[in-house]
Nanobody, 118 residues
Framework: QVQLVESGGGSVQAGGSLTLSCAAS?????MAWFRQAPGKDREGVAL??????TIYGDSLKGRLAISKENAKKILLQMNRLNPEDTAMYYC????????????????WGQGTQVTVSS
């Protein structure tokens, strides 16, 4: 059974930084981060492919960096966080190629909560 385990969420003050990590039980071509705030639709944050292609969503663009720690683990460095970034952040993975933030990811983690206070 595929497992994706997120970690690194927490509470931070506005202007602060967090690094999220996602560890997968298997290798995937494409791994991504999504987020969902209460009452809002899920939105794509960033993705990275096995060959290190990256795509960023518009909401956090310029304030984050996605990277691969190894073949099964990705990191998401988020900077200059603001209260509007408060959401549950989910890791997703699949083997779609090409891969975009609109791809239909089949594998999802349980999420890690990020709360930004003003």
């Amino acid at each position: 059974q595929v497992q994706l385990v997120e970690s690194g969420g927490g509470s931070v003050q506005a202007g602060g930084s967090l690094t999220l990590s996602c560890a997968a039980s298997a290798e995937y071509y494409c791994m991504a981060w999504f987020r969902q705030a209460p009452g809002k639709d899920r939105e794509g944050v960033a993705l990275i492919t096995r060959d290190l292609k990256t795509i960023y969503g518009d909401s956090l663009k310029g304030r984050l960096a996605i990277s691969k720690e190894n073949a099964k683990k990705i990191l998401l460095q988020m900077n200059r966080l603001n209260p509007e970034d408060t959401a549950m952040y989910y890791c997703a993975a699949d083997n779609w190629s090409p891969c975009t933030l609109g791809s239909d990811f089949e594998n999802w983690g349980q999420g890690t909560q990020v709360t930004v206070s003003s």
